[in-house]
């Protein structure tokens, strides 16, 4: 599963942070910080997807690989 | 009203008041001027609404206690954008995606007013892209400056260690309420409890005097809940100038580690901010954080004192806080915003002109079947949940990490303290852009 954090959509609602603290950090201005390199360790799947369905302005996206 | 007549009578009450010679950071400008322009709307003509599709009002008494209804039955009526002549012409997008739209379009929707009212402002006031309380009334690019000078001290680590602080406040306004006896004991849970806790942490983060406390909350009633009375009639602005300038001063002769002291040593295009920029920024701190907070906190023990499962729920499984306290959010949203339209354009086939208000319903986003599965439910450990509380785009709230450690701790320390209590009488729902209880008596039971 591939990780991706799009910035610019960021808005700090800071959902992510709470949710999945394993992949997440947040800067000092509230912004989030992608911890992990692109691939989700398989234990981390859920997280993943917790953040994922719960970041309201649709800044974090997933993909499977096959 | 003259000008003349305004400044004679402004005189007297600044002495009285005991804030100094101080001009008044800010306050209501006279009608008529470029500042200030009276729309065209008396709320008599109009009386109560009679259909919320054409004729809708945020500050008709029936519709905070009944907005959920209003919105579906809109929603099932086809209506994804209702309109009202109220306050000189009025627009109201009901469903996720048209809320959406309007608040990430800042070309055509400018944040110039954020609050509906009988008045609006004119092409002198601040003009755009400043606005009079920046960041909120600011749009792109001096909106982006402005907000990140604030975000630093709202930002989730600077929040998290005001927790301990937060508790203590529960529960001592928990143990002001003196002794209970289960049964019997009523309690006013908006009045005696929420009310007290927004307005003290920020209070407390500006770093003013806890005695305060009353006055701040008769300005942030004055601001948020008499949107229909006369511009002129607001004293309550003034006052809250003459106040936050007093303190300004006061922090100039004895900086110390607070939010005000920050705020005044912040510079924006290199120069250290005006006592006006901060000044507005701080009643924007006030203003926007306890109406709103005090809402969530009571609309969220309204429910669970309908709700024995969910009471329950809480205390055999704390950890599902993490989701109840967004669900909470979603549910019971208490933050309807404002836009006005900046040049004329056709929405999905209204046709907004320039100048007309556009109400930004966040909570009735988070209501829209679309968005959210069975929306009318509240459904404690709801997974996913993309809610809008806290708004969209660019203005997300930028309070929101203390507003939610505000309504996490404050449902703890109450369901900790109360394991069990219900509706003892009428409950009073706020009028206006702020919904929330604001009269909630509930009776204390057997644990
Ligand atoms: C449950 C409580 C709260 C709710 C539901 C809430 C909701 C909102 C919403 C919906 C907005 C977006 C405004 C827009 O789009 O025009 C907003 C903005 C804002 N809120 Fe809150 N708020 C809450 C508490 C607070 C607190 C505690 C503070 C600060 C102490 C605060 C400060 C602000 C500020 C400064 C903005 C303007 C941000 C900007 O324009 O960039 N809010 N809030």
Known sequence: ?66 | MTDVAKNEQAEPEVANRGFGDRDPIFGDSPEGTDVWQRVPYNPDDYGPVSDFATDFDHADPDYNPNAPKVWKQLREDGCPVAHSDRYGGMWIPITHDTVHEIAYDTENFTSRSVVVSVGRPGDMAMPAPIGGVPPISSDPPFHGQARRMLLPPFAPKQIEPWEEEVRILCRRLLDDMGEITPGESVVDAAVQYAQHIPVNVIGRMLGFPEKDEALFRKFVHDALERINEEPGTRDGLDDLGHYIGAQIDDHRENPRDDLTSYLMNQELNGEKLSDDIVGGAIVLLLVAGIDTTWSAIGSSLWHLAQSPDDRKRLQDDPEVMTFAVEEFLRAYAPVTMARMVAKDNDFHGCPMKKDDWVLLPFPAANHDPKQFEDPDKFVIDREQNRHAAFGLGIHRCLGSNLARLELRVAIEEFVARFPNFELAGDVTWSVGQIRGPRVLPVRILAD
């Open chain 1, 1 to 66: 599963m591939q990780i991706h954090l799009d910035a610019e959509k960021c808005q700090g609602h800071n959902r992510c942070y709470g949710l999945a603290p394993e992949l997440f950090d947040v800067d000092d201005y509230g912004q989030a910080v992608l911890l992990v390199d692109g691939e989700v360790p398989a234990e981390l799947h859920d997280k993943a997807r917790l953040a994922a369905s719960n970041c309201p302005e649709y800044a974090i996206t997933l993909t499977q690989e096959s």
